[in-house]
Nanobody, 125 residues
Framework: QVQLVESGGGSVQAGGSLRLSCAAS????????MSWFRQAPGKEREGVAC????????VYTDSVKGRFTISQDNAKNTVYLQMNSLKPEDTAMYYC??????????????????WGKGTLVTISS
């Protein structure tokens, strides 16, 4: 059973930075794509970024491209999301998920196999 635990959320002012972490355990080779999603109050969940653990290949959605960076430390079984130039519209609960591909970040991620419980990010103007 894969378990995902997010951390690193908090409150910062617009223009600031945060780094989220997702500690994973119980990996299986069939769910080797790690993604970040977010859900703002009253809005649908949206994908943010994805990384393939095998090669480190990354994919981003347009809303965060150039500002967010997804990375991994395989020795620690941890995936990170470095968020720079944060905007108030980045305010959301951020979730880590594991799945079989990165395509889920271009939809609501309904095909992701495992989810963490989330970490809250609040950006003030």
């Amino acid at each position: 059973q894969v378990q995902l635990v997010e951390s690193g959320g908090g409150s910062v002012q617009a223009g600031g930075s945060l780094r989220l972490s997702c500690a994973a355990s119980g990996y299986t080779s069939s769910n080797n794509y790690m993604s970040w999603f977010r859900q703002a109050p009253g809005k649908e969940r949206e994908g943010v970024a994805c990384i393939y653990r095998g090669t480190g290949t990354t994919v981003y959605t347009d809303s965060v491209k150039g500002r967010f960076t997804i990375s991994q430390d395989n020795a620690k079984n941890t995936v990170y999301l470095q968020m720079n130039s944060l905007k108030p519209e980045d305010t959301a609960m951020y979730y880590c998920a594991a799945g079989r591909s990165c395509t889920g970040i271009f939809s609501r991620g309904n095909d992701m196999a495992y989810w963490g419980k989330g970490t809250l990010v609040t950006i003030s103007s």
